[in-house]
């Protein structure tokens, strides 16, 4: 597994492991370390993958587990912005192969026709100099899917276009350096949103949001210029920080805490 040339010539760097706790656990102890970024982190499995909420994320071998650490990559007010910029590259390099059936799904899933296929985790901490650390984790299924989640999901390989994990990081990599850089630190963001509401998944239609316990039922109507996802409720519109969205005919099983991330 390699980088191209045009990504090292740029800075970009790569280490890959053969089994890891978690491939954003080794980008954030490197940050630590005083690593200057552009690095990313690969595993073929990892033994801790993690998801959102400190759920767990199943990682085994066939799939894609990789993390880009960047270092001072914008504002810290800008840097929730990442997620979109890597979904919308994540759905630049999947949809060469799937198509407009790949949708991204508020705030962090790709999904294909609702099947979850990949999961973005974006986690930040202040480096010993100051500086801020921010760790971009993408999980793809590329050879299989685990069974039992409170969602479907599926694979690459289930759906006809058995990729590896070295190939789709190859079209990854250069997609996510190309959005980074529209991206601008932030003072690109309106392209990177209208990127992703051209991807979205359940625009104009029906949803649930939960935010812990609490569940909010209205419609979903876009994205704000913060990325605060837009939900018409009978109280009124509502703008969401953080949250799992339900979409129709996705089963919901309440105690669940295995998740793909």
């Known amino acids: ?46 033994t801790g993958g993690k998801g959102r909420l400190g759920r767990n994320w199943v990682s085994p071998v066939g799939n894609l587990h990789a ?20 979904g919308v590259a994540l759905a630049s390099a999947l949809r060469r192969h799937l198509g407009p059936r790949l949708r991204l799904k508020w705030p962090n899933d790709a999904v294909v026709d609702g ?3 990949a999961g973005v985790l974006l986690e930040a901490a202040q480096t010993p100099h ?17 069974e ?27 997609e996510l350096a190309d959005w980074l850089d529209r991206w601008d630190e932030g003072r690109g963001f309106a392209q990177v949103r209208a990127a992703w509401l051209s991807c979205a998944a359940g625009m104009g239609e029906p949803a649930v949001v939960a935010i812990g316990d609490r569940r909010l039922h209205g419609v979903l109507e876009g994205l704000d210029g913060f990325g605060r996802l837009l939900l018409k409720t009978e109280a ?19 105690g669940q805490q295995q998740e793909q991330e």
């Open 148 to 174: 039992g989640l409170p969602y479907p999901a599926t694979d690459l390989a289930s759906l006809g276009h058995p990729l590896t994990p070295d190939d789709l990081l190859e079209s990854l990599s250069l």
């Open 115 to 117: 099947a979850k296929l």
């Open 1 to 46: 597994m390699r980088l191209t040339a045009r990504l090292t010539g740029q800075g970009y760097r790569l280490e890959a492991f053969e089994s890891l706790g978690s491939t954003n656990d080794e980008a954030m102890a490197r940050a630590r370390e005083g690593d200057p970024g552009r690095l990313w982190i690969t595993a073929a499995r990892q």
């Open 67 to 86: 993390s880009l650490l960047l270092v001072d990559a914008a504002p810290p007010q800008r840097a929730p912005e990442l997620g979109f910029v890597t």
């Open 130 to 146: 100051g500086g801020l650390a921010c760790v971009i984790g993408v999980g793809v299924n590329c050879a299989s899917h685990p």
């Open 236 to 254: 009124g519109q509502r703008a969401i920080d953080a949250g799992d969205v339900f979409l129709p005919g996705l089963i919901e099983a309440s």
